[in-house]
């Protein structure tokens, strides 16, 4: 169908630009004589696809406008749900709550959006009156709650100007919600977009309002080190928030809209001070029945917070949007916050819960962990980093390879980052830590797989060579560990949770190593800290353990054709009789009961079960299919 084609790039086209949309919301839709296709609930608009699109028969949501009073709001917003649920056509999907507004507009394409610029104007005393003066041609829409009662008033209301005006509105704005806007064409829908932003941009201007938000220049480090572990603790529910922190600036001190509410609940806690900031925390939920999202430390920093990496930018996202809005709205008579009752039915709105919860996204088993994965951009870790994202940890990637780790975050998608590090250099762990703290608030796993090998014999062995194996695998081992154990010390002294170090040590670790004496002794040694390091640490509720692969016979280490270890090895003699790499990974394919190497996804599910596992500190978990076997 050729207008859900267009009408997808449309949702793309403005779904991408932050000016219009945040959080994925607004909808958008497309009809014909017998369906309407809107945007579902919960779905992102700058990713929606045609075959996304929810299929509703026109017929069936029209009933809804023929309803007389209900006994509650819960009769009737069950009702509206019940009806919208009955008129879809395609699949589960919940259709937006605002589809019935869609289909009374009597255009092919309907786009509703709630640009920062428009909301200035909505959420403003003087809003009507300036809509008047600078969009004659729409339609003023007085705040009601959203849902079934806007609807029915929207259809209300545009009967009324189509009687008086010959002809439907194509624009609508919602006070202290956003626009509307109608047309049968996608380039009637942009021309429509293009006025109302340039006619406001030049609004503004006149009245000597900057439609950028300013902020300070730069957020408080000392601050950000010092807090953000603390606000893990203190805002998250059952699992520490993750904690994003950005330069202050005036955060909204009521409700502005619909999606402030449901994103960022409707008021922000802000302090003078970071003193005491647990009894401010305490006393605001006291107060007001939930958590901050959103902490302001007066002209130093701001702190936004949420069940993951990606949901915490998000509520920044907000929180800026809502300073920009309280900002503009000084150009039409001040900021018109919502009343208590508005706000309070947004907060207890199923409809409102329920897309907030598709667009968190599913709690897999780590959501709202942070796991930093050294040696991440190749390999075993990168193979392990695949996997803990599957599983739902925001994960960083840390790597000497400062291009491959940025490249592999990319693959990982949201939520993930890549950080240079080089775990032999003790500034390079601390700025690693100080890093993930400006970028999550701060560490639940520590995933040390850094490593490296030399192989040959000890008769012959270069002490250059020796002291590099030993300076990665050894002390890269105890730099990550001095620093990431005292960032969650910090934040487990608030949050009473655990956090975990794993070491990916290996079989080596377990067994010598023949012809191998530097990476064997390097992770005897590891074992070695980790046992040291889970007696002193359990004081901190932290867990520390190693995991003891077997070899990774796919992987880099032992693959790469110049320096792997299928060639070192071949070249060491350490297979009598080898003639060639496939003799040699023969051999060591022969030693494993199970008949294979081990995979990346074997070890990240033993780091899981260490994770998972509450009396498990101190050990040395093979994971060999057999070549190694506790006794």
């Given amino acids: 169908m050729k207008e859900l084609e267009q009408i997808a790039e449309l949702s793309r086209l403005y779904g991408a630009d932050p000016r219009f949309t945040l959080a994925g919301g607004g909808n958008t839709s497309c009809k014909d004589e017998r369906y309407l296709y809107v945007k579902p609930s919960g779905v992102a608009l700058a990713t929606i696809r045609p075959e996304d699109f929810v299929k509703m028969e026109r017929a069936v949501i029209r009933e809804c406008f023929t309803w007389g009073e209900f006994a509650t709001p819960a009769e009737r917003e069950e009702r509206i749900k019940q009806l919208m649920a009955f008129a879809v056509r395609n699949g589960e999907r919940r259709a937006s709550v605002e589809a019935p507004v869609h289909e009374i507009l009597p255009f092919r394409f309907v786009v509703h959006m709630h640009p920062g610029l428009v909301n200035g104007l909505t959420c403003a005393r003087d809003g009507a009156a300036a809509c008047a003066e600078l969009f004659p041609d729409a339609l003023w829409i007085g705040y009601c709650d959203p849902g079934y009662t806007l609807s029915k008033h929207v259809f209300d209301e545009i009967n009324r100007a189509t009687e008086k005006n010959g002809r439907a509105p194509a624009i609508i704005m919602l006070q202290n919600h956003g626009v509307f806007v109608g047309g049968d064409t996608p380039e009637e829908i942009r021309a429509a977009y ?33 807090l953000a572990p603390q606000l893990r603790g ?20 009521g409700p502005l809209t619909p999606d402030h509410i449901v994103y960022n609940k409707a008021f922000a806690l802000v302090v003078d001070s970071d003193d005491e900031i647990a009894d401010a925390v305490a006393k605001f939920k006291a107060q007001r029945g939930y958590l901050p999202r959103v902490v302001s430390v007066s002209g130093r920093a701001l702190f936004a917070a949420g069940k993951n990496r990606n949901a915490a ?5 907000l929180a800026r949007n809502g300073a920009l809005i309280l900002q503009l709205t000084a150009a039409f008579g001040g900021v018109n916050y919502l009343s208590d009752a508005q706000r309070q039915f947004i907060e207890n709105w199923e409809v409102e819960s329920y ?6 996204g599913s709690g897999a088993e780590l959501t709202g962990m942070v796991a930093v994965v050294t040696g991440g951009a190749q390999g075993f870790g990168n193979g392990i980093a695949v996997e803990l994202a599957k599983a739902g940890a925001d994960v960083v ?5 400062a291009e491959g780790a940025n490249a592999a975050a990319a693959a990982l998608g949201k939520g993930a980052s890549g950080i240079a590090v080089n775990i032999a250099d003790e500034d390079s762990v601390a700025q690693l830590v100080a890093e993930v703290v400006r970028r999550y ?5 520590l ?5 490296v090998a030399r192989a040959g014999s000890v008769k012959e062995f270069a002490l250059r060579d020796w002291k590099f194996v030993t300076d990665v695998n050894y002390i890269g081992f105890f730099l990550c560990c001095k620093h990431f154990s005292r960032l969650m010390a910090m934040q487990n002294r608030v949050s009473g949770r655990w956090s975990d170090i794993v070491q990916v040590n290996s079989k080596s670790g377990l067994v010598g190593s023949k012809n191998n004496g530097a990476y064997a002794g390097s992770k005897f040694g590891g074992v070695g800290l ?5 007696l002193e640490l359990i004081a901190d509720r932290i867990k520390v353990n190693a995991i003891c692969p077997g070899n990774f016979l796919d992987g880099p280490l032992w693959s790469d054709p110049e320096r792997g270890l299928f060639v070192q090895y071949l070249a060491a003699g350490k297979v009598p009789g080898a003639k060639n790499v496939a003799d040699v990974r023969r051999h060591y394919e022969s030693l494993v009961p199970m008949g294979r190497g081990c995979f990346p996804a074997d070890v990240a599910r033993a780091i899981i079960y260490a994770v998972r596992q509450g009396y498990e500190t101190g050990q040395a978990i093979p994971v060999t299919g057999g070549q190694v076997m506790l006794s």
């Fill in 447 to 451: 995933v040390a797989n850094a490593g």
């Fill in 313 to 317: 930018e998000t509520v920044l996202a």
């Fill in 234 to 253: 203190l805002l998250g529910e059952s699992v520490n928030a993750t904690v994003v922190s950005a330069a202050p600036f005036a955060a909204a001190p």
């Fill in 397 to 401: 990637i840390a790597d000497l390879n």
């Fill in 530 to 534: 980790v046992q040291s390091f889970a």
């Fill in 355 to 360: 897309r907030a919860k598709v667009a968190a």
């Fill in 194 to 226: 293009d006025r109302i932003m340039t006619t406001l941009e030049k609004a503004y201007a006149a009245r000597g309002v900057k439609t950028t938000l300013e902020t300070a220049a730069e957020a408080d480090d000392a601050l950000v080190q010092s």
């Fill in 441 to 445: 608030g701060g560490c639940d796993l």
